[in-house]
């Protein structure tokens, strides 16, 4: 138990069910560079940052990225407000591009490295962004359509720039020669990583001024529908996510002892705002994941590693657990896991829990609200496994119905949000914005969620996602929960498709654990658990679901295969 315990400070409201968590400081820092500069000093000496077996220190991170950012302002002339890509993987360079472009007062376009060129190009050309920070294995994509956007200034780094010599030679020669991972490119433009890091070492950084309300990223999403748009960021919204987030890991965590393991992209904004820029405040260690998807090479540095935090989604804890070599890895110091982006399954949870004898709680959130906005509490309670927890201090929650009527407990309706997290808005798209912002801030998520009578929250499914089976509400989440308690089924994903009688059916795509498993023997299963309406009409079987660049299932690839 805590010795104080942030959950218990709730207030309800009469009028209509809300509920209200205690408040954060806001005033506490008013951009940033504050929080930034305050690690750098209190923990110096400590690792903050370590990939493939290289450390870097805050000390080391505060002396690159500064350099970086001196090198932004004077040798690219970049001003406050402009706009920055950064397209990197899981790398040491990818904090002191981000703290460095930030130092500069710069805002940050992250972008998945996997984009293909037409992706690059909407992003680039819809941000305005001015500068990229890109991979080589990358930059043959980006010479495809450079001259269809306003970038002029081109970065480019390899994997093992940062490692020192020899190692960095010899990753570096081994990725381009041997494994051939980088193909032809001619961006003339270009500079390496490194001679910026040697160009920005001869001038003096000049700190910007930058207040609250700036924007600090332009995090792209799908948002509740239609095609990426730029969530405005603030370095309040930020802040006060980051603040928000620490206080409810107070009671577990302790400043300057904690290993979190980084396998989500630190692109992504759960992954940016949680394990990248929260955990500096701790004076934590992140140990950066490049390649998740190795789950061979994932789990022999588990095993040589000390940590205390684990973050990530479903599918990565899964298919950890459902390696051979899960059980070597000791887990004596874990502290707490965290799981998000995508629906924790109860079986996933439960077994984690087990083999791990720690806690993995499930939190919730989305790109507009930078992006946290509920969790369970940090402490082992699975009665409310399935649930997304509690909101997160300063945070408002209402669950709304078709004509914005306010939804008792109990029953289902979208949730709307309110609080200093959400979003200016999205990037030069009002009537976007419009859409999901209304009534002086709240924000609609596009999800349909549940409160029960203690005030936790449970996520039915997307909007989008919903299955409407003979005029009854089928949520994906329900289905692919039973079929997951499955011990035959390793993973499983539902979608609707079209009905003549009912309009739409259930059709699962299950992944096997074991050979044997049959169409019959999982439809025969989900009768013992579903009402008939819910039972899949249809099952397919894959060796492998898409996925995003994070783990999440792509429901919407399923329906268009």
């Not at 990939?51 to 040798?75: C, P, R």
């Not at 996510?241 to 290993?259: A, F, Y």
């Not at 789990?299 to 459902?322: D, E, Y």
């Not at 996602?465 to 035959?488: C, M, Q, R, W």
Request: one cysteine or more; glycine letters at 6%.
């Amino acid at each position: 138990m805590f010795a104080q315990n942030p959950y218990e400070n709730k207030i309800w409201h009469s009028k209509y069910p809300k509920l209200v968590s205690h408040e954060i400081d806001l005033s506490k820092y008013s951009n940033i560079l504050e929080l930034l500069n305050e690690a750098f000093e209190k923990y110096p000496t400590l690792p903050c940052f370590e990939n493939m077996g290289s450390t870097l220190t805050f000390k080391q991170i505060d002396d690159y990225s500064k350099q970086f950012a001196a090198f932004l302002q004077n040798e690219l002339d970049l001003n406050p407000g402009d706009r920055i890509a950064i397209q990197l993987p899981n790398l040491l360079q990818y904090p002191i591009a981000l703290f460095g472009a930030l130092r500069a007062g710069l805002v940050i376009v992250n972008m998945n490295p996997l984009y293909t060129p037409t992706e690059m190009k909407h992003q680039l050309k819809d941000s305005g962004a001015l500068a990229i920070v890109i991979l080589a294995q990358f930059a043959s994509n980006l010479e495809q359509i450079i001259e269809q956007t306003q970038v002029r200034s081109v970065v480019v780094t390899e994997v093992g720039d940062l490692f020192g010599f020899p190692k960095n030679w010899v990753i570096n020669s081994v990725i381009k020669h041997v494994k051939k991972m980088i193909p032809p490119y001619k961006l003339p433009q270009a500079l390496s990583f490194l001679d910026t890091l040697e160009l920005g070492s001869q001038y003096a950084y000049e700190a910007p001024q930058i207040n609250s309300q700036d924007i600090a990223f332009l995090q792209y999403t799908g948002g509740t529908t239609g095609v990426a748009k730029g969530a405005m960021l603030t370095h309040q919204n930020i802040i006060a996510n980051m603040l928000q987030i620490v206080e409810w890991m107070k009671p577990l965590l302790s400043k300057g002892q904690e290993t979190v393991i980084t396998a989500l992209p630190l692109y992504h904004i759960f992954s940016l705002t949680v394990n990248c820029l929260t955990f500096m405040n701790y004076g934590a260690k992140n140990k950066l994941i490049t390649n998740p998807r190795d789950i061979d090479g994932f789990i022999k540095t588990l095993r040589n590693s000390k940590f205390t935090v684990v973050v990530g989604v479903n599918t990565l804890f899964n298919a950890l657990m459902n390696h051979k070599d899960f059980t070597k890895i000791n887990f004596k110091n874990l502290k707490i896991s965290v799981a998000g982006a995508m629906a924790l399954q109860r079986p996933v949870a439960e077994r984690w829990n087990h083999l791990t004898q720690s806690f993995l709680v499930e939190g919730y959130g989305l790109t507009e609200a930078s992006p946290v906005v509920c969790c369970n509490p940090a402490q082992k309670d699975l009665d409310k496994l399935g649930t997304i927890g509690l909101p997160i201090p300063s945070t408002e929650i209402c669950i709304l119905g078709e004509n914005d009527e306010f939804i008792n407990p109990g029953f289902p309706g979208e949730l709307c949000i309110k609080g200093p997290q959400v979003m200016k808005g999205y990037w030069q798209k009002p009537d976007e914005t419009a859409k999901v912002i209304f009534n002086d801030g709240w924000l609609r998520t596009g999800d349909i969620a549940l409160m029960d009578e203690q005030g936790y929250f449970k996520i039915v499914d997307r909007k989008k996602d919903l299955i409407i089976v003979s005029g009854f509400n089928v949520y994906p989440n329900e289905v692919e929960e039973v079929v997951a308690t499955h011990p035959k089924v390793l993973e499983v994903a539902a979608i609707g498709i079209a009905d003549e009688k009912s309009g739409e059916a259930v059709k699962v795509f299950v992944v096997k654990k074991d050979e044997s498993l049959t169409e019959s023997e999982i439809i025969t299963f989900c009768k013992n658990y579903l009402t008939n309406y819910k039972i899949p009409k249809h099952v397919e079987f894959r060796t492998e679901l898409p996925k995003t660049n994070v783990g999440k299932i792509l429901r919407r690839a399923l329906r268009e295969s």
